[in-house]
């Protein structure tokens, strides 16, 4: 396992959201919490999963330390998503965190039965969302240990 460095917390990130305010908003909560992560944007669901298994334009991409995952995505929904990552033997072991508007019980549940790591609703304010990441930060990167990248 790879331990956290102490002096360097970097990780890499995949974003999946196709919303551009939600991502520009993602942007500025992690930059503003003090996240030092490179961040790689998905505008859908195919596009995510041709990112993460290096179909060509994607094959210089990083594998990501952790993935953010909207639910309500065009072409391929966040579910579909998550299901294809965990069935993945290369993918599965990347922690998945469900980061949506959706508050439905129905919705989370159906995540975590498909084995994503973390469901955490949008806040509507600025300033709770980034500390919504300085959470995500403080537990992803300074607490848990996290896997080896995958080998892509």
């Known amino acids: 396992m790879r331990l956290p460095d102490l002096e360097h917390d970097h990780c890499d990130i995949l974003l999946v959201e196709d919303n551009p305010k939600d991502v520009r908003l993602t942007r500025e909560a992690l930059r503003e919490s003090g996240f030092d992560c490179e961040l790689s944007v998905a505008r859908n669901g195919m596009e995510a999963l041709d990112m993460l298994r290096r ?4 094959e210089h991409l990083p594998a990501p330390d952790l993935i953010l995952l909207d639910i309500n995505l065009p072409l391929k929904s966040g579910r579909d998503v998550l299901a294809e990552i965990k069935q993945d033997d290369r993918l599965r072991s990347i922690p998945v965190i469900m980061l949506t508007t959706s508050r439905a019980e129905s919705d989370v549940k159906a995540c975590y039965d498909l084995h994503a790591n973390c469901y955490l609703a949008k806040p509507l304010e600025f300033d709770d969302f980034t500390e919504l990441m300085r959470g995500l ?4 990167i300074d607490r848990a240990l996290l896997p ?3 080998m892509l």
């Open 148 to 150: 080896p990248k995958p």
């Open 55 to 58: 179909v060509p334009p994607f």
């Open 137 to 140: 930060h403080n537990f992803w």
